[in-house]
Nanobody, 120 residues
């Protein structure tokens, strides 16, 4: 059983940067594929970034490609989302998600989210 807690959100001006963190307790991250999602008011939840369990593969939504970077530190049981060149349309609640399937069983966990607001 994992518990995920996001931090690092806040108010930032357009063009600014933020780094989000998601720390896990209750188990190890190492075998999980890790994701960042976001959801803005009135919009569907969107997959922003994903990183493989070994950290060797990443992928991003087209809207954030080249601006956001996902990384993981399994020794610290933490996944990060470095966000640069932020735009007002990046405003959303950002969630981390961990998932794996082992021996036919699926394990998935969500954090509670952290608010990111990009505004002059």
């Amino acid at each position: 059983q994992l518990q995920l807690v996001e931090s690092g959100g806040g108010l930032v001006q357009p063009g600014g940067s933020l780094r989000l963190s998601c720390a896990a307790s209750g188990g190890a991250f190492s075998s999980y594929v890790l994701h960042w999602y976001r959801q803005a008011p009135g919009k569907e939840r969107e997959l922003v970034a994903r990183i493989s369990s070994d950290g060797r593969s990443t992928n991003y939504a087209d809207s954030v490609k080249g601006r956001f970077t996902i990384s993981r530190d399994d020794a610290k049981n933490t996944v990060y989302l470095q966000m640069t060149s932020l735009k007002p349309e990046d405003t959303a609640v950002y969630f981390c998600y961990a998932g794996r399937t082992t021996w036919g069983r699926t394990y998935e966990y969500w954090g509670q989210g952290t608010q990111v607001t990009v505004s002059p």
